[in-house]
């Protein structure tokens, strides 16, 4: 856990507002992670939600709960996190029927990739010439884009898992063997992954935001971590 320590004479304390800013630095890259891996998934729809938009959502629901302004940095981080976990969850549970529409697009592109033919598909399953595409939003980056993908996220996942950087930022191998590894995990294994790595929080606040035993988030975390090291050292 971390220490708190109380105001140093004479300093003004933080209003909730400087708070709540101070703790986006490490919400935002969650958040983000995890829309991506909706989206991966075929659950959420591709750049139909941001991480500002659930992001505000949370701190809307903080002022709605009249949360008082000398409220612990600390817990409120961990309030913070806990309302965006379960935004998160509520979301990729209404949005997942279009998980079965979006496979069946993917299976038809990959049909049409076997066939060589030089057709795609747009938004209504229609037969278009490649050529006639000029719209940017038909232009989708290849799946490796979308995870882990940064040099904010390679660098916290290098850290976690104890690689040299030289080794890691250089070989982009290991890089497609993490992100191919990354993906197959499951839905709840990769969020507890991902509040760990991007939201830097410890086993114990992992398990409070969760409502999950301690115990099983560290053998989650153990897991994955000597699994990961063992493909990519």
Not at 37 to 66: A, C, F, S
Not at 113 to 139: R, V
Not at 143 to 163: A, G, K, P, R, Y
């Amino acid at each position: 856990m971390r220490n708190t320590t109380s105001n140093k004479k004479g300093k003004k304390p933080k209003s909730l507002e400087k708070k709540i800013l101070s703790n986006i630095d490490l919400l935002h890259p969650y958040v983000k992670q995890r829309l991506k891996v909706g989206e991966y998934m075929g659950i959420l729809p591709r750049n139909m939600y941001k991480p500002n938009g659930i992001i505000d959502e949370v701190i809307l629901k903080i002022y709605e709960n009249n949360v008082n302004n000398d409220i612990d940095p600390y817990q409120l981080q961990l309030m913070m996190f806990t309302l965006a976990n379960k935004r998160l969850f509520e979301l990729f549970e209404s949005e997942k029927w279009h998980k079965d529409s979006i496979s069946i697009k993917i299976l038809l592109e990959e049909e049409l990739k076997l066939l060589e033919e030089k057709f795609t598909i747009d938004a209504d399953f229609d037969y278009i010439m490649n050529e006639e595409l000029d719209d940017i939003s038909y232009h989708q980056d290849k799946e490796e884009s979308h995870l882990l993908q940064s040099d904010e996220i390679q660098q916290n996942v290098t850290d976690f898992l104890e690689l040299k950087e030289n080794i890691f930022y250089k070989n982009q191998v290991k890089q497609d063997t993490l992100r191919k590894m990354y993906r197959v995990l499951p839905l709840q294994t990769s969020n507890v992954m991902d509040l760990y790595v991007l939201g830097k929080l410890n086993f114990q606040e992992i398990a409070t935001i969760l409502d999950e035993d301690i115990v099983e988030i560290k053998n989650i975390i153990s897991f994955v971590k000597e699994n990961f090291k063992k493909h990519l050292l």
